[in-house]
């Protein structure tokens, strides 16, 4: 009795360590079986098939889609009629001129920046590489519109380097006060010389003193510079301007219209550019 007891024992215990191995490469099994299934999708995924981003900078996916897109488009056909299935309900966008040489259009265009300026609205600075090596950075007024719909609420802006962006609700108006004339003199000196000038010294006499204003270094021929408009009221010494221009690519030929964002302050009794900021609606 004693010896047939100990042997059911043995056999107890010899046979959990046999489960337990028969489970592990259970385990073992399946684990390779998930890895072959996954290898076997990504083999079968047509090419060019990627992770499906998150964010982007601060914007979600149907944003960033948006902007880069437009910013595409943009600088290929900045034609109304091309550019019209992009933009918001009531938004306008000038008519452009489409580039006429080799090499002009967007290789790739990336999301860099994006700012939060309120009420469902992202100003957006994509980064756009042309195929003939140059790179263009524009700022693209964009308002989410739903769960998967986003859309464009004008003109962008083009810049050196991103650039944030705080606009404000109320729509332009003419500038307000007595100091309206000199505000569109500083205006209609400083845009010219920020899209010819190649140094940020260049534009010091232009610009409050602390500001950093990257300039475009003559990347951009200025056609034309529209009249200056005020965001918000009041005649403080502090102002937002819209202010809208019109480009030519002297590479590619093709023209665009803009819309640049200042910040405008006065000390000593002069008026200053303090901001190049991103475009607005």
């Known amino acids: 009795m004693r010896k047939a007891k100990?042997?059911?024992?043995?056999?107890?215990?010899?046979?959990?360590?046999?489960?337990?191995?028969?489970?592990?490469?259970?385990?073992?099994?399946?684990?390779?079986?998930?890895l072959l299934v996954r290898g076997?999708?990504?083999?079968?995924?047509?090419?060019?098939?990627?992770?499906?981003?998150?964010?982007?900078?601060?914007?979600d996916d149907v944003v960033a889609a948006t902007a880069e897109r437009f910013a595409r488009l943009y600088l290929e056909d900045p034609s109304p009629t091309a550019l019209a299935?992009?933009?918001?309900?009531?938004?306008?966008?000038?008519?452009?001129?489409?580039?006429s040489a080799e090499g002009a259009e967007v290789a790739q265009a990336d999301v860099?920046?994006?700012?939060?300026?309120?009420?469902?609205?992202?100003?957006?600075?994509?980064?756009?590489?042309?195929r003939d090596s140059r790179t263009l950075l524009l700022t693209v007024p964009v308002v989410r519109q739903g769960a998967d719909e986003a859309a464009v609420l004008g003109a962008p802006s083009m810049v050196a380097m991103p650039a944030s962006a705080e606009a404000d609700p109320e729509?332009?108006?003419?500038?307000?006060?007595?100091?309206?004339?000199?505000?569109?003199?500083?205006?209609?000196k400083f845009l010219p010389a920020y899209l010819s000038s190649g140094s940020s010294q260049d534009l010091s006499y232009l610009l409050v003193p602390g500001a950093q204003v990257v300039p475009l270094g003559g990347e951009q021929k200025l056609?034309?510079?529209?009249?200056?408009?005020?965001?918000?009221?009041?005649?403080?010494?502090?102002?937002?301007?819209?202010?809208?221009?019109?480009v030519e690519d002297p590479d590619g030929g093709?023209?665009?219209?803009?819309?640049?964002?200042?910040?405008?302050?006065?000390?000593?009794g002069r008026w200053y550019v303090a901001a190049v900021e991103g475009a607005v609606a």
């Open 6 to 34: 100990d042997q059911r024992e043995f056999g107890s215990g010899g046979q959990a360590p046999r489960i337990m191995r028969g489970a592990g490469r259970a385990a073992i099994w399946a684990a390779v079986g998930v």
């Open 112 to 130: 860099l920046d994006t700012t939060d300026i309120g009420d469902g609205r992202v100003v957006v600075t994509v980064s756009c590489e042309l």
């Open 223 to 246: 056609l034309s510079v529209g009249e200056a408009e005020q965001l918000g009221g009041g005649e403080g010494a502090r102002r937002d301007l819209v202010v809208e221009a019109r």
């Open 254 to 268: 093709a023209e665009y219209p803009l819309a640049y964002r200042l910040e405008v302050v006065r000390r000593g």
């Open 85 to 99: 299935p992009f933009l918001a309900a009531g938004a306008k966008v000038g008519a452009g001129r489409p580039p």
């Open 171 to 188: 729509s332009p108006r003419p500038i307000a006060g007595a100091e309206g004339s000199a505000i569109r003199q500083l205006v209609a």
């Open 40 to 59: 076997g999708v990504a083999l079968l995924a047509p090419a060019g098939t990627t992770e499906v981003r998150t964010s982007v900078g601060g914007a």
